[in-house]
């Protein structure tokens, strides 16, 4: 079982994170580099993808991610196809004989996540099997930096990884280009397509507050604080992180505190 579900409001996350998603210009002709070496591929990924009833470009973006889109390393973490498996998962894949061919290893990693077995591969079914591919290390341990993994390269991420395994550090920064970067990128060059979401009943949420008091970053709360500070005398810092601050500002706009304030009475 995932170490985390996808609820409704982590679906809403995913989407509004995908839709408001800018790539830093700096870093455009890299991820530019990168889908040069995809496309070219793509029938590749297609031939494993279309065994397992995964998009192909989901295969592609983790490829990239765990092997540099090197088709002599393993899709599961980037060890040479010529053996197993030596780093987590080792012994991978377990039947058959090195060397491998990539697609053997390929699938193999897949299968081993389950992917074949999932079936919302909406932009964010998406988003969280390639988070949860990644491990669940930032949105568990520190919900204040969105994975690297997903992000680095755009306007949702500046700072903040794991530099070794179980070593975090606040200042470094990835270096690699994040998955969901590239995913935008091929949709903004119309190479891919997402499947639709499904239809998902709101009612019992339509009385929930969409943005809580919280001393940690949530969806919404940038948008909210932007809001606040267009208002006469109301000085509040954008951080996404709606605290005392931002709760007393939305008190003066509408005379309540945020859900969630301990200061309700």
């Given at each position: ?16 994170l995908f839709d408001t998603c800018l790539i830093n210009s700096s870093k455009l002709p890299y991820v530019e580099s990168i889908i040069k070496n995809i496309l070219p591929n793509k029938s590749r990924y297609q031939a494993v993808a279309a065994s397992l009833n995964i998009p192909w470009f989901f295969i592609a973006v983790i ?86 993994y997903l992000w680095s390269f755009s306007n949702q991420y500046t700072k903040g990884k794991y530099v070794a395994d179980g070593r975090w550090s606040d200042t470094a ?93």
């Open positions: 079982m995932p170490l985390i579900s996808l609820t409704n409001p982590l679906r809403d996350e995913y989407r509004q490829h990239n991610m765990e092997s540099s889109l090197n088709f002599s390393r393993h899709l599961h973490n980037g060890d040479p196809l010529n053996a197993r498996t030596k780093h987590v998962p080792s012994g991978r894949p377990q039947d058959g004989t090195p060397p491998f061919t990539w697609e053997e290893s390929a699938e193999d990693a897949l299968k081993l996540k389950k992917l074949h077995q999932w079936g919302e591969w909406s932009i964010p079914g998406m988003l969280y099997k390639i988070e949860e591919y990644n491990g669940w290390g930032y949105r568990r341990s520190h919900p204040y930096v969105l994975s690297p920064v990835s270096q690699q280009c994040g998955a969901a970067i590239i995913l935008r990128r091929l949709a903004e060059k119309d190479e891919i397509t997402f499947k639709a979401e499904p239809v998902v009943d709101h009612t019992d949420e339509i009385l929930k507050p969409l943005i809580r008091y919280s001393s940690k970053k949530i969806a919404g709360a940038i948008e909210l604080q932007e809001f606040l500070n267009k208002l006469p005398g109301i000085y509040v810092k954008v951080d996404g992180c709606p605290g005392d601050k931002t709760s007393e500002a939305f008190k003066k706009v509408t005379g309540y505190y945020l859900n969630g304030d301990a200061r309700i009475k």
